[in-house]
């Protein structure tokens, strides 16, 4: 920001010193027409260019001048003071102003002089003896440092903290980042006074970024709408037109909304119908975004149906075995998340892509596991096989509640899955939400082309449509059995690790999705993972829909009723396999 | 419909003198409910004789399981139907007789409303749901604790048998049927209490709960009860309408064929098995003093499956056997040694089905008798 100017460096002090010496009524006095014909006379672009040469001196003169009253200034001086500076359009000002705000700036005893305090830690300052490491704010050069008793604060109060803002917002407006202009343009729209619709005014004629020229527009229109000529606060509300800003929502319907003695907030009748149709639009798209929020909450909860029923879309879609131990295989993949954890405590961000190889891994084996040693046996026999790997589920949570205690298990959300994306002031979505959604369908894609686009797939599809004629063909129907078991338990344990990042983690995790993963697999047609991925997501949407009006509770009895209802009129699901494979 | 009561009695001695193991539970049940009251009663509380009040209890509460075990038994063990949802329809009796215990409390409860229950004093309720109507009426409780059940039954099986779904299919749906009841119930607003369910229940019928007379009379009721419930379902089983059921459970589409009304004799069945463990779970509620929401949890309901499957599908009083095996099992583990349980139940599950697909019942006697009919699932 600071270039050297070494020749006007020493000038500099001299003056500041001799004007902090010869008190504060001069210094007033050589700052007042300054002050007064900033604003106009220098637009705001100019704060990111150094100060013309040969106006340097004069333009330093009177920082420092206005520096050295701040001082002695009451709280309301030192608005006035604030207001002056920043009028100087001087990069060096933002400086200071920033060290106010944060309770950096401070004054010498020894000599009166304004200083800024580099904060404690930052550089190679020896905080340990209390030293503070000064700097000048004229020239930024280092003063020297002083312990923290020969110094006093400029004390600032909350509504100085407020101005200051506004004030460095001004600065920041000329900043080439978008993100910092947009968040200054922000600040200034919190407490926006004349002074400050001037400035903005001046600077939407050069900004270049939508986002922030439209940010302003609303600003400024709302301001506008305050204005005493019906012709400029028409202008306003159709500049506001569109706009989903909750602060433009609220005062168009003060407007036109009619108090007690039939006056309306706003007088003029054309205004007032442009503002009508300001607020009708608005709602229009509001509800239009709603909508979309619906949806994409639908979408991402039925994603969650989906993750959790795809793994059995597989072992009791293809295979026609029912395993009630599929809850546990992803409790075993939330734990395994859990582990990795706690084995990389600093790579938290890695752990997630480091668990999901491993939890399939971990619950795959589980899987052929239990293949091998149980479901083998009771092929043919879904009931008793479905007793079995009830037994399954009993001992692995009971094992998980032994070895990792009964509480739920904290597991970290990486950075990079936190927060949410803004899409605009009514529509936000959280990422791991949209994570989910992502991940659901990348992970069905993957399934969908192990099945139809590997050998792997091709003889679980064998197996499963004839199992005698694969056999006589050369297919290691025991192999193939145990592989398609591990297939669908792995796919549960990747489930485990995305759910560990939406739920708790607790041996209770995999009971509570056992129901709904089997009423998926049925609603969306057996041995079609087609029917999984579409069913899991609309039963999801049809459960967000009905949220509102019912409660989460009520709007899932509602779903599984409906499911079981469905189940009645077509036992074979959305999309019934066609063909002999349908027979059994 | 004029058959004498003489052509039942026949009907009845000839059913049992095929019934070797019935004989000897009807036997041993009645050997029961005449010691335990005398062991109760009649020696002093130091003796070693003497059988605990608590005891005389779990010894009901394990008759009320096994009346559930014998009407799980009959819909899976004779006609094929897995239910994974019977304890919604023990819950539901539960319930019912629930609400008239509730009612009958009147001002005795901690706010001392003389009609509402204490929970809906505590929800701010100005007056009794309409549902509630009647409960402080003995008779209509009564008929609750049949209706409810029984309807539920009827129009869940009539929907389910009419479009075929069965199989496995029907097993999810009845679980998902449970799960929905128990969300349900855990509901605040749905006026049954919330989670905590009811308890506390002062008297029935105007006797104390408390006293050792009413619970030995609830005893014995219980015991009668299931008594009666073993020999109408052997009755049932033993007529011909028993062997067309026993023929859908073999083959299905060939009684369907022969001519018979395959979805009539599995809907009365699935009805009448409902109405059974509703009435199970009216005689559960007064001896245990309480009936929450878990009671409709689906992992309970498994575990009456697994009774049956331990004690032996299709003998009716293997049903028995299993539900009083399981249930001592759980009593004992979860006193001594409480992680055991799970592993224990768990291990039960897996080894029954691979290695006892009879039951303990099959495994000890009358092989012959099984190895005649081949269980189909």
Not at chain 1, 160 to 179: C, G, M, N, Y
Not at chain 1, 182 to 209: F, H, N, P, S, Y
Not at chain 2, 145 to 152: A, E, F, N, R, W
Not at chain 2, 223 to 233: D, K, M, P, Q, R
Request: one cysteine or more; charged letters at 15%; a positive charge.
């Amino acid at each position: 920001m600071t270039r050297p100017r070494d020749c006007t460096v020493s000038l500099i002090m001299l003056l500041a010193a001799v004007v902090s010496i010869a008190g504060v009524p001069a210094a007033v006095r050589a700052a007042e027409p300054i002050a007064a014909t900033a604003p106009a006379a220098v637009p705001p672009a100019v704060a990111d260019q150094a100060p013309p040469g040969d106006q340097a001196p004069a333009r330093d003169q009177g920082m420092a001048a206005l520096l050295a009253q701040l001082p002695e200034a009451s709280y309301a001086d030192k608005r006035t003071l604030i207001g002056h500076l920043t009028a100087l359009r001087d990069p060096r000002v933002r400086g200071v102003l920033k060290a106010m705000l944060d309770g950096n700036l401070y004054v010498r005893s020894s000599d009166g002089r304004v200083l800024i305090a580099v904060p404690p830690g930052e550089g190679q300052g020896d905080s340990t003896d209390n030293q503070l490491r000064l700097l000048d704010p004229l020239t930024a050069a280092a003063a020297g440092t002083a312990a923290a008793e020969d110094l006093s604060t400029i004390g600032v109060n909350n509504q100085l903290r407020k101005v200051l803002r506004v004030a460095l917002a001004q600065f920041d407006l000329a900043s080439p980042d978008t993100a910092v202009r947009l968040a200054a343009v922000k600040e200034m729209l919190r407490a926006l006074d004349t002074d400050g619709q001037t400035v903005l005014r001046e600077r939407i004629k050069q900004e270049t970024d939508a986002g922030v020229k439209r940010e302003i527009q609303v600003g400024l229109a709302l301001a506008d709408l305050d204005a005493p000529d019906a012709a400029t606060r028409l202008g306003a509300v159709r500049a506001l037109s569109g706009s989903l800003n909750p602060d433009v929502y609220n005062r168009l319907s003060a407007m036109v909304q009619p108090s007690s003695d039939g006056s309306y907030g706003e007088s003029d009748p054309e205004v007032r119908a442009a503002a009508k149709a300001d607020l009708h639009s608005i709602e229009r798209s509001r509800t239009f975004y709603a909508a979309i929020q619906t949806i994409l909450y639908g979408l991402s909860q039925g994603s969650v149906l989906v993750l959790a029923a795809i793994g059995l879309a597989i072992t009791f879609g293809v295979m026609g075995v029912i395993n009630m131990a599929h809850g546990e295989l992803m409790m075993l993949g939330a734990y395994t998340t859990y582990v990795v954890q706690l084995l990389m405590p600093q790579h938290i961000g890695a752990s997630i892509l480091v668990a999901i190889p491993l939890a399939f891994l971990v619950s795959g084996l589980a899987g052929i596991a239990i293949e091998r040693g149980i479901v083998r046996h009771l092929y043919g026999r879904p009931l008793e096989t479905l007793l079995a790997t009830f037994g399954v589920s009993l001992i692995l949570q009971q094992a998980v509640r032994d070895i990792f205690s009964a509480n739920n298990r904290p597991v970290e959300t990486p950075e990079w899955l936190a927060g949410s994306l803004q899409i605009n002031e009514v529509l936000a979505i959280t990422y791991n939400r949209l994570y989910i959604i992502v991940f659901t369908f990348a992970l069905f894609l993957v399934l969908l082309a192990v099945l139809k686009r590997t050998r792997l797939g091709l003889e679980v599809r064998a197996v499963s449509q004839n199992r005698a004629m694969a056999k006589a063909m050369g297919v290691r129907t025991e192999w193939v059995d145990a592989l398609t078991f591990g297939l669908g338990s792995g796919i549960a344990g990747v489930a485990g690790v995305a759910l560990s990042q939406l739920t708790n983690v607790g041996p209770n995790l995999g009971q509570s999705y056992i129901v709904d993963s089997f009423m998926v697999v049925v609603f969306g047609g057996v041995g079609n993972l087609w029917g999984t991925e579409v069913g899991g997501n609309a039963l999801g949407v049809v459960n967000k829909l009905l949220e509102p009006y019912s409660g989460a509770v009520l709007a899932k009895i509602f779903v599984l009723v409906f499911l079981i209802l469905f189940i009645q009129r077509r036992p074979r699901g959305l999309f019934p396999q066609k063909g002999r494979a349908a027979d059994g | 419909m004029t058959k004498s009561s003489a052509q039942y009695g026949s009907r009845l001695t000839a059913a049992l003198q095929a019934d070797r193991g019935g004989r000897l539970f009807l036997g041993t049940l009645i050997v029961v409910s005449a010691i335990v009251p005398l062991l109760n009663l009649l020696p002093s509380p130091a003796s070693a004789l003497h059988l605990s009040n608590y005891t005389v209890t779990l010894i009901g509460k394990y008759m009320t399981y096994a009346m559930l075990a014998i009407a799980v038994d009959l819909i899976w063990g004779y006609c094929g139907i897995l239910s994974l949802g019977h304890g919604a329809f023990f819950a539901l009796g539960g319930y019912a007789m629930g609400m008239y215990l509730m009612r009958q409390i009147g001002t005795r409860g901690v706010y001392g409303n003389p009609i509402l229950p204490d929970f809906m004093v505590f929800l701010n309720w100005k007056e009794l749901p309409w549902f509630w109507e009647g409960f402080n009426a003995f008779p209509y409780a009564l008929l609750m604790i049949v209706l409810v059940p029984g309807m539920l039954a009827l129009v869940f099986g009539f929907l389910a048998f009419r479009s075929r779904v069965s199989g496995v299919y029907l097993s999810i749906i009845t679980q998902a049927l449970t799960y929905a009841l128990m969300l349900a119930f855990f509901r605040n607003d749905m006026g049954f209490g919330g989670n905590n369910g009811f308890t506390d229940f002062k008297d029935i019928l105007g006797f104390s709960l408390q006293s050792s007379a009413t619970r030995i009379t609830l005893f014995l009721v219980t015991a009668l009860s299931l008594g009666a419930c073993y020999v109408l379902c052997r009755l049932i089983i033993a007529s011909r309408a028993g062997r067309v059921i026993q023929a859908i459970r073999d083959a299905e589409n060939r009684a369907r064929f022969i001519g018979y009304r395959v979805e009539s004799y599995k809907l009365w069945l699935f009805v009448l098995s409902a109405v059974l463990s509703g009435i199970a779970g009216a005689l559960y509620v007064p001896q245990v003093g309480i009936i929450n929401p878990s009671e409709f949890s689906p992992a309970n309901s498994i575990e009456i499956v697994i009774w049956v499957a331990i004690g032996g599908r299709g003998t009716l009083y293997g049903a028995v056997v299993g539900a009083f095996l399981v249930n001592y099992a759980k009593t004992y583990f979860t006193d001594a040694l409480p992680s055991m349980w799970l592993y224990a139940l768990g291990t039960l599950f897996v080894v029954v089905t691979l290695f006892l697909p009879r039951g303990v019942v099959g495994a000890i006697s009358g092989r012959e008798f099984f190895r005649r009919r081949a269980l189909r699932t």
